[in-house]
């Protein structure tokens, strides 16, 4: 296991890094938060407490912005590095990588123009962190956030939810389970009306991760002293409490050295009559080393969930990023790459359907083994073919000579009639089969996963898909029409041959053996003329249900799967790159998404990487 210093230098990496993607504690990010996972010393008080005080203190340096009002308005993040003895100390700021502070004043200003050049000048208050690291041999390796003060009234120009706002604020940090509290309350005040306690005790009923920190020990009233409470007679905890001494105002006004004011609280303790038995657990250097090794001890504790956590988010990470898509590069060529590939991917679908890996396709066969038998069986021949239209359309063709033998012409006129009926199905074939191919390329674009992401690209696909099958219907429906038209263009001369030979055989019969009259006659020869073109055109059905299926395959079915998106593979290889930019026009919030779970899987992985380095180095 990592030693103490890896430890918290290693957690002070991850959150320096957990900020920079904005992931930190006060933060309401929908994304899980790796921040939260990490053990933190957030340090809390009311206005005045002695909170800048006990921080500097623990430093050991004066760097803390100072004034009236509230000063602290963005959370300090304050990560301390104990560097070999003799080295010079020095100051970084997150915001400022490679600027080396040393001197500490400038650190103040950097602070202050910070919170400002977030804040405004206005005195409101955010939740984002200024990261602040320190290099000493004065400190020991700790993390610790200083927060806004708790405060009763707003001044001038701040807004009145100030206490209100700054109290969820500090709220959104204690109440992480993972945040150990210092609550820091001044001992020349009723430790019950102290705000640290009070909401310490809110979010930490069992003050399991609270430490009572009580300053101001020496301007407690003369004959008083504080040791009800430091003895936790008045209020106990599960750590005992920490008594400070820090700098008064006229310390501080006369500049007096930390290093010089450190000592002096040491020898405040150890003089004290009221807490010399209890020296080598005061003051804020102790209070700094139990601290350390405290949150060295938590850290350690928790970093088997903090690695199921990075595994478990990095998974859901891996899997959202599935679902969002990877990012499409920005050439051109890379552009035209992922169209065709899209494309490709949507075709095999839409083969798949008609070649029966996916349902639909058996609609077509369905269309011509039900629908167009079905419709020429209703075509009206019967009456076409009625005793009174045969007479009609053989008497109109005779004109003003009847006929000697057969009714050659009234036989044409009679076929080319019922053959213009078969248009009708012809052409509702053609048509029902492109209905059918139109709802399977809306089908395959909708099943088509890598489409999803790019409604554009779905739009232009779809209406080059159906201007293909429009041009398709219009070859299959000449195509069919001229199978039709064919028909009527040279009748099949056989079959009236051989009606022929059997009439003269059957008339023979016939007059030998019943005598008949010139109107009977004629009737029956009309009726003759009836059924032997209704066997005619029986004879054409057959075949055109057969042959209109082979046009309508060969021109549609055939096409569509060989060619539905050539014209549109010609259109996109002339496009520039701008405009395949625009059918690859994602939707900004799955954009920005998939930014910040990329940023955030980068987080965890290195995250990841840091804690097998130490757990493997310790
Ligand atoms: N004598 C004495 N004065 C102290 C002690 N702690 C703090 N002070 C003084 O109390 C005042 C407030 O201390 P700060 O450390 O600025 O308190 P704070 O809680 O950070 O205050 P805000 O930043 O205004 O919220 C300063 O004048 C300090 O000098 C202490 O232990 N003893």
């Known amino acids: ?53 006990v921080l500097e203190s623990i430093v050991g340096r004066d760097f803390l912005p100072r004034g009236s009002g509230i000063v602290t308005r963005r959370p300090l993040v304050l990560q301390l590095h104990k560097t070999e003895h003799g080295t010079y100390e ?91 509290i210092l609550a820091i309350s001044p001992a020349n005040q009723d430790i019950a009306t102290s705000d640290a306690i009070k909401l310490a005790k809110e979010v930490d009923p069992t003050g399991g991760r609270t430490f009572g920190v009580l300053t101001k020990l020496d301007l407690m009233d003369k004959g008083t002293n504080a040791l009800d409470v430091i003895e936790g007679r008045s209020y106990r905890m599960q750590y005992p409490w920490a008594g400070i001494v820090n700098r008064s105002q006229a310390d501080i006004n006369k500049n007096v050295d930390m290093m010089v004011a450190r000592r002096k609280e040491r020898e405040y303790f150890e003089t004290s009559p009221d807490y010399g038995h209890l020296a080598n657990k005061m003051g804020s250097e102790y209070l700094a080393k139990m601290l350390s090794k405290l949150l060295e001890s938590v850290i350690r504790a928790r970093i088997p969930n903090i690695i199921t956590l990075i595994n478990r988010s990095i998974e859901e990470l891996e899997r959202e990023l599935d679902q969002l898509g990877r990012p499409i590069a920005i050439d051109a060529g890379a552009k035209l790459y992922n169209i065709l590939g899209m494309c490709r991917a949507f075709e095999k679908i839409f083969k798949e359907h008609l070649d029966g890996g996916r349902p639909g396709g058996a609609r077509i066969y369905g269309i011509f083994d039900y629908q167009l038998p079905g419709a020429i069986g209703k075509l009206p021949f019967d009456r076409h073919l009625s005793l009174e239209s045969v007479k009609r359309i053989v008497s109109q063709s005779d004109g003003y000579q009847p006929h000697l033998i057969a009714p050659e012409m009234g036989y044409r006129r009679l076929i080319e009639g019922s053959l213009y009926l078969f248009r009708g199905p012809a052409e509702a074939s053609v048509n029902a089969v492109h209905s059918v191919l139109k709802e399977l390329v809306r089908k395959s674009i909708a099943e088509t996963e890598e489409l ?11 209406a080059a898909a159906n201007s293909s099958l429009e041009k398709f219907r219009e070859e299959s429906m000449k195509s069919v029409l001229m199978l039709v038209d064919m028909e009527a263009s040279y009748l099949t001369v056989d079959f009236f041959r051989k009606l022929h030979e059997m009439d003269t055989q059957g008339s023979q019969n016939t007059s030998l053996s019943s005598p008949t009259t010139v109107e009977q006659n004629g009737e029956r020869q009309f009726r003759t003329i009836a059924s032997n073109v209704a066997g005619y055109i029986k004879m054409v059905a057959d075949t055109l249900a057969n042959t209109i299926p082979k046009a309508v395959v060969h021109c549609q079915v055939r096409q569509a799967k060989l060619a539905l998106l050539n014209y549109f593979y010609t259109q996109m290889s002339q496009r520039q790159g701008k405009h395949l930019g625009q059918l690859l026009d994602e939707n900004p919030a799955l954009m920005e998404r998939r930014l910040q779970c990329a940023k955030r899987l980068e987080l965890y992985k290195n995250a990841r990487d840091e804690i097998d380095a130490a757990v493997w180095l310790g």
Not at 144 to 162: N, S, W, Y
Not at 452 to 462: C, V
Request: glycine residues 8%; proline residues 5%.
């Open 90 to 180: 020095y100051a970084e700021f997150l915001h400022l990588t490679n600027k080396r502070f040393t001197n500490f004043s400038l650190v103040r200003k950097e602070i202050q123009d910070e919170t400002d050049r977030i804040t405004g000048k206005n005195k409101q208050i955010s939740p984002v962190p200024i990261h602040l690291s320190i290099f000493s041999p004065n400190v020991v390796d700790l993390t610790l956030i200083d927060l806004p003060g708790l405060t009763k009234v707003a001044v001038e120009g701040q807004p009145e939810t100030i206490a209100e706002d700054i109290e969820s604020m500090v709220r959104s940090y204690v109440a992480k389970p993972n945040c150990l």
């Open 1 to 53: 296991m990592a030693t103490m210093e890896s430890l918290i230098g290693l957690v002070n990496r991850i959150q320096r890094a957990c900020t920079a993607l904005g992931d930190y504690g006060g933060g309401n990010n929908a994304l899980s938060s790796l921040w939260e996972a990490l053990p933190s010393v957030a340090v809390v008080g009311g206005q005045s407490s002695g909170k800048s005080s």
């Open 452 to 462: 999803k992401r790019f409604p554009s690209l779905q739009t232009e696909l779809a």
